[in-house]
T-cell receptor
Framework: AQSVAQPEDQVNVAEGNPLTVKCTYS??????LFWYVQYPNRGLQFLLKYITGDNLVKGSYGFEAEFNKSQTSFHLKKPSALVSDSALYFC??????????FGQGTELSVKP | NAGVTQTPKFQVLKTGQSMTLQCAQD?????MSWYRQDPGMGLRLIHY???????DQGEVPNGYNVSRSTTEDFPLRLLSAAPSQTSVYFCASSSTGGSGEAFFGQGTRLTVV
């Protein structure tokens, strides 16, 4: 069965600094990997996905993610954090039928 | 575009009551699913459906029923509400197959007293 782990409950960064939110996965076969963001009292919004191809995936709001097959990781990154990036971030893995399994989430806090 | 619509947004139930959370999508997606979100637990899959007439259990199905009579609708039924079902519930839809991203509703905040 597929699974996702986000090892950090919270990540704190200063505005303007680079940020990384970590994700590791376990899945049989080729992984379909996703990142979502959730702002307070809102639903989840899609940020980016890895299906195949380049290991560096670019998404919305300047975010990108690096797929590393040997380390089974899919870390979310942004070169320069904004205060408005503060939110809850979820990594997810999907199987061939569409079943989507989420990690427990990482709270990102960006301070001015 | 409406996307994924969930109703109601808020609900308070007494222990033992039943209710149905509604979910509708207008994107002709075959795949629909229900999650519950609890602090520190992320989103846990309750039930999912890969098309009309087909449903399957997720990680935490106990106490919940679903049916899928049309492509558009995927209601979640709580048969006899318990305080442990206090949570925020999200419905999602996506195209079948691994590559399509999921679209989420705005959530239903349910409190069982």
């Amino acid at each position: 069965a597929q699974s996702v782990a986000q090892p950090e409950d919270q990540v704190n960064v200063a505005e303007g600094n680079p940020l990384t939110v970590k994700c590791t996965y376990s899945v049989s076969g080729n992984p379909y990997l996703f990142w979502y963001v959730q702002y307070p009292n809102r639903g989840l919004q899609f940020l980016l996905k890895y299906i195949t191809g380049d290991n560096l995936v670019k998404g919305s709001y300047g975010f990108e993610a690096e797929f590393n097959k040997s380390q089974t990781s899919f870390h979310l990154k942004k070169p320069s954090a904004l205060v408005s990036d503060s939110a809850l971030y979820f990594c997810a893995v999907r199987d061939g039928r569409g079943k989507l399994i989420f990690g427990q989430g990482t709270e990102l806090s960006v301070k001015p | 575009n409406a996307g994924v619509t969930q109703t109601p947004k808020f609900q308070v139930l007494k222990t033992g009551q039943s209710m149905t959370l509604q979910c509708a999508q207008d994107m002709n997606h075959e795949y629909m699913s229900w999650y519950r979100q609890d602090p520190g637990m992320g989103l846990r899959l309750i039930h999912y459906s890969v098309g009309a007439g087909i449903t399957d259990q997720g990680e935490v199905p106990n106490g919940y029923n679903v049916s899928r009579s049309t492509t558009e609708d995927f209601p979640l039924r709580l048969l006899s509400a318990a305080p442990s079902q206090t949570s925020v519930y999200f419905c999602a839809s996506s195209s079948t197959g691994g590559s399509g991203e999921a679209f989420f509703g705005q959530g239903t905040r349910l409190t069982v007293v």
